[in-house]
């Protein structure tokens, strides 16, 4: 059974004008967007700003009200669920976020922000188990138990870090969307962070929703990937298929800007003309065609191109993939 | 003669009885015409040092310790101020990560060029040079774009008037401070392209900073890696980035995952960034290094020249 | 790549200092460095304590008249044989008193005097000092219309008046950060609402608000219920801008990335608001609550003045400023202004503490 199945999910935006708050237009942050987490599994989603990555992440854990589709978690629809239902089963989902100086509380010692996710959900019979849950707690990912005593200031991004993700699995969830978790570190502490991610995976069974910019970390963390372009996935397939044989022109644009560390590589760089226009007027038919170098009048302005399978496993929303 | 000569630069930060040493005998030679790169990570002197070139280190905190920054031939730490105010945007521009932050969000960018212009070429302050400039960076439609806001720009967009600001004074050196550390992907491929662009065409030497490996690859004719405040390694780009040399440059490369490369785990540094007033003594990358002797705990390394153009800051480097 | 493009050395060298400390700790050293700071927090604690302790203190009761003695000139301190008092005696031909040359009252220590409850409830009849003489009372800082001494009724005023601001204090923050908080975090309707409220409330000039407020109320209350009044008045008043900041702050922090987390977790949004947006409001908070007391202060010295708040012969700075509003009164007596020195004194020390909180407070990590 799928972990995670996401069916046709709609985040709108109302943007408001003038004294009484008219509703002039929505942002399309998400838009018709499907797809599914296995247990274990990482998906890892790629795109520019303002694609509506992070609102998806947000959306998937409650933190932001879908205006329509459903979110299955273990074959129950969460997408309507608050309240009491909701905060029950919160501590299935959890989510690692992208800033380590902003989120953790300043005024909290380590000990108390852990605590605090196993307070909720009473998870500790005694306050002895719960001092013991937050030693290992801290452990698990690499830190002293003896910080469970100090300030978040005392610590370095990485550290910090490693913190926000005890406090995640402090309630013991299944699937953890990690938001930009790397993209904040130093260049030298990223692998350590990456590789305890995969080390929790492994150890714990958890599933990853891994969003992140930089196509290299997500294909190294991920078995499938996911592009996003204004809102819609444009591509979905396995992690080496979309980075070696991209299908559509947007991902191979992606892919070809990403600098190279080696100098021989023989990559061609696609340079995309203009900037990613705004979600609360996209461009009609394909949102991509007024960059595309392959777009053609008038297919690609007038009709949308619908999510296909175009060779087994992976999927493609342009016309002229193949 | 090079462009610029930084020789054996040393800066303090003064903070009560305190004086920590951010920058610790760097030297960089730029020559005309050339692209160099200066990569290291947060808080290892990087920015301290190509801020230093225009003399732009607020002192106090900061003071010069040691070394001389020649450029053309003068040593800009001995400067007067009308001397420094020709220096500065004359022969030296600056662009920085964040255009949206170095661009005043009341004026028109227009007249923000203009002003540029005022500064170093009078004669040409009109809007036909702004429009010229604005064309030379790739902004479509200039003419219409002249009396935008910066609000109303794109973070690319406000990039490339940043650097239309900095072009105004038709500098020698032009020093791009992380530029494209904020910007998407697709648009940092933009912005790279223009500069190396404008580079051919203008003739400026350009000192980029960045973190990004990556970028080096395609810009730097030679590159210079810092780490605590030092400079570890200095080499031409190509040779550095197939054969890296100094122990924390191979571990930097190696802990960055690569496209399509198939490794199941990376490489991962242990440790942290030493932060100011807690660098180590002897060598500064001794605790994380992957090679390290109990020699490395005692004895700074000093950065010599092991191979023709290639010089490293490791007592091992030629053993390793 | 940590993205705060340049951290400075002092923060670098501030932060290897303040290692292994709480925020409060760090606070606390940033202020005890500030000397200004110290100097208000010295005062501030002398005039609490001696308001704690005005019943000992003073010499003599708030209301004891003395008939023979108006507008006692104050008395000059003396060493002779001991702490001692000038004496005075009527100057002929005038209403006012001069010095006999050579004679003195000596200060005596500890002496029975005037019955007073200490801390309210404990009676007593010791003082710190006074004459052992009725004859010859002490009166250092003059007497009034009525003969009461002015120092004595100086320290019970400055009961009400310095406990009216740190009431008022709590009344109007605790309102203004529930408020503020609910607003800011819920957002919507809720907020919209609240800050209608808001504004309806400081759209009304203040003191036309002041004066229909107590004119709803009957105008014979006794002394405390007219203090308690006051204090609600005043803060009725003031929350609502406090919970507009409030509500502001709350806003930004609703957006915090350890706010989300929170929510993630499961955490309720009453725990949301107390744990994790109010207390990031506190450094405001209690900027503001130190800058705004003397607004209490001043605001009961205001109502007393305009005949609305306390009643004679209880004491209070404004009703005894009230007393000195006679501008025949402020040429020929002026120690009848020893109040508003008080009332100065205690004003800037205030603004000393506050400058210094919000230098103490104001961290970039």
């Known amino acids: 059974m799928n972990l995670l199945e996401v069916k046709n999910l709609k985040v709108h935006f109302p943007v408001k004008h003038g004294l009484f708050s008219r509703v002039k237009a929505h942002v399309k942050a998400v838009d018709d967007v499907s797809f599914t987490i296995q247990p274990g599994e990482t998906l890892g989603l790629v795109g520019e700003s303002g694609c509506g990555k992070t609102t998806l992440g947000r959306a998937i854990v409650k933190l932001v009200e879908p205006t329509a589709g459903s979110i299955y978690f273990e074959g129950e629809d969460i997408a309507q669920l608050s309240g009491a239902e909701l905060r029950a089963r919160r501590r299935k989902f959890q989510m690692i976020f992208q800033d380590p100086y902003g989120s953790l509380n300043p005024r909290m010692t380590v000990g108390q922000i852990i605590g605090e996710a196993i307070d909720i959900h009473q998870l500790a019979e005694s306050s002895s188990a719960r001092q013991k849950r937050i030693m290992e707690l801290l452990k698990a990912v690499g830190l002293d138990p003896i910080h469970a005593q100090r300030y978040p200031h005392e610590f370095s991004g990485g550290q910090r870090q490693r913190i926000g993700i005890a406090r995640a699995l402090a309630v013991e969830p299944k699937l953890i969307v990690c938001d930009e978790p790397v993209s904040a570190l130093d260049v030298s502490v990223q692998a350590q962070i990456i590789n305890l991610l995969q080390d929790l995976q492994q150890q714990r069974g958890l599933a990853y929703l891994f969003i992140a910019h930089d196509l290299a970390v997500v294909e190294h963390i991920s078995r499938r990937v996911m592009v996003m372009y204004l809102g819609k996935v444009v591509e979905l397939a396995e992690a080496k298929a979309i980075i070696r044989t991209p299908k559509h022109p947007y991902t191979q644009a992606l892919i070809s800007a990403v600098p190279e560390v080696d100098p021989d590589s023989k990559r061609k760089r696609i340079v995309l003309p203009g900037d990613v226009p705004s979600p609360i007027n996209p461009p009609s038919g394909c949102p991509f065609h007024p960059r595309c170098p392959i777009a053609q009048a008038p297919i690609c302005q007038v009709d949308v191109p619908s999510l296909r399978e175009v060779t087994p496993g992976h999927w493609a929303a342009c016309h002229f993939a193949k | 003669m090079p462009l610029l000569e930084i020789k054996n630069l040393k800066l303090d930060f003064i903070a009560g009885d305190k004086s920590l040493r951010a920058v610790d005998d760097v030297s960089i030679t730029i020559n005309a015409g050339e692209t160099v790169c200066l990569v290291g990570e947060s808080g290892c002197g990087k920015s301290v040092t190509a801020l230093s070139i225009a003399r732009l280190v607020p002192t106090p905190p900061a003071r010069y310790v040691g070394g001389e920054i020649l450029l053309n031939g003068r040593d800009v730490l001995k400067m007067s101020k009308t001397d420094l105010r020709g220096i500065r945007g004359g022969v030296v521009s600056y662009i920085f990560q964040d255009p949206s932050a170095s661009l005043n969000p009341v004026f028109r960018i227009g007249n923000q060029i203009k002003e540029s212009l005022k500064l170093h070429r009078p004669e040409k302050a009109t809007d036909e040079e702004v429009i010229r400039l604005l064309k030379l960076v790739g902004i479509p439609a200039p003419e219409s774009r002249i009396k935008d806001y910066p609000h109303q720009m794109s973070g690319g967009m406000q990039q490339r008037v940043m650097i239309a600001m900095a072009l105004a004074s038709e500098p020698k050196l032009l020093v791009a401070d992380e530029p494209t550390t904020a910007l998407d992907v697709t648009i940092q491929a933009q912005i790279l392209d223009l500069l190396l662009d404008l580079k051919k065409r203008m003739g400026m030497s350009i000192l980029l900073i960045t973190h990004n490996l990556g970028i080096v690859g395609d810009m730097a004719d030679r590159v210079a890696v810092m780490y605590a405040g030092q400079v570890v390694e200095m080499s031409p780009a190509l040779d550095l980035l197939r054969r890296p040399l100094h122990p924390y440059t191979k571990a930097l490369m190696n802990s960055v995952p690569k496209l399509s490369s198939n490794l199941q785990r990376l490489s991962a540094i242990p440790g942290n960034v030493p932060t100011l007033g807690n660098f180590p003594s002897g060598c500064r990358f001794y605790p994380r290094c992957p090679s390290a002797q109990p020699e490395c705990a005692n004895t700074m390394p000093q950065l010599v020249e092991v191979e023709p153009n290639r010089w490293v800051r490791c007592l091992y480097a030629k053993s390793l | ?365």
């Open chain 3, 1 to 365: 790549m940590e993205t705060s493009p340049q951290p400075s050395a002092t923060e670098a060298i501030a932060k290897a200092d303040l290692a292994i400390a709480s925020p409060w700790q760090v606070f606390w050293r940033r202020l005890r460095r500030h000397r200004t700071a110290m100097f208000g927090a010295v005062i501030l604690v002398i005039l609490y304590l001696t308001a704690l302790f005005a019943g000992f203190i003073a010499p003599y009761g708030y209301e004891r008249q003395d008939r023979e003695r108006f507008f006692h000139r104050p008395m000059a301190l003396r060493f002779q044989g001991g702490l001692a008092v000038q004496q005075y005696e009527p100057a002929p031909g005038s209403s006012k008193y001069q010095a006999v040359k050579g004679e003195v009252q000596r200060i005596h220590f500890f002496v029975r005097g005037d019955k007073y409850n200490l801390f309210g409830f404990i009676p007593s009849t010791l003082h710190l000092f006074g004459s052992g003489d009725p004859k010859h009372p002490i009166n250092l800082l003059g007497t009034d219309q009525y003969g009461r001494d002015i120092f004595s009724r100086l320290l019970y005023g400055s009961q009400i008046s310095l406990s009216i601001g740190l009431i008022g204090i709590v009344l109007r923050f605790g309102l203004g950060m529930v408020m503020g908080g609910i607003s800011g975090y819920f957002g919507g309707k809720i907020d919209s609402f609240i800050m209608r409220f808001c504004e309806l409330i400081m759209s009304i000039p203040a003191l036309y608000l002041i004066m229909s407020l107590r004119a709803t109320f009957p105008a014979n209350l006794s002394s405390t219920q007219v203090y308690l009044l006051i204090i609600a008045i005043l803060s009725f008043i003031g929350w609502a801008s406090s919970a507009r900041v409030i509500r502001g702050m709350a806003l930004s922090l609703r957006e915090r990335q350890f706010v989300l987390a929170a929510r993630t977790l499961g955490q309720r949004d009453r725990h949301v608001i107390l744990k994790h947006i109010l207390p990031g409001t506190f450094s405001y908070v209690i900027v503001a609550a130190t800058l705004s007391v003397p607004y209490y202060i001043l605001g009961e010295v205001v109502l007393s003045f305009l005949g609305v708040g306390i009643q004679e012969p209880d004491a209070s700075w404004g009703i005894m400023l009230n007393a000195a509003q006679n501008p025949e009164y402020l040429t020929n007596y002026p120690w009848l202004l020893a109040p508003g020195v008080a009332i100065f004194i205690t004003v800037l020390a205030f603004n000393f503490l506050g400058d210094g909180l919000r230098d103490a407070v104001d961290t970039k990590s």
